[in-house]
């Protein structure tokens, strides 16, 4: 299996405030799908990822889960 990080950095001080961490299922003979696609919700709770294969993963950034 391989895992699905995203980073949550503090852009003024270049710190890592939280790492999402999502174990993914590997096929195989199939390579990680890497993220092409990246947004958050307009109350900023939510943060939403897509792969280069369509799989959306959301994240909930006040629990961090």
């Known amino acids: 299996a391989h895992v699905l990080l995203i980073q949550i950095v503090d852009t ?3 710190t890592v405030q939280h790492r999402f961490e999502r174990e993914k299922a590997r096929k195989l ?3 990680i799908s890497p993220i092409t696609s990246i947004c958050t919700s307009l109350d900023g709770q939510w943060l939403a ?4 294969r369509g799989d959306i993963t959301v994240f909930n950034l006040e629990t961090f889960q």
């Not at 990822?49 to 280069?52: F, L």
């Open 12 to 14: 003024q001080t270049s």
């Open 29 to 31: 003979g199939t390579a």
């Open 49 to 52: 990822t897509c792969d280069a």
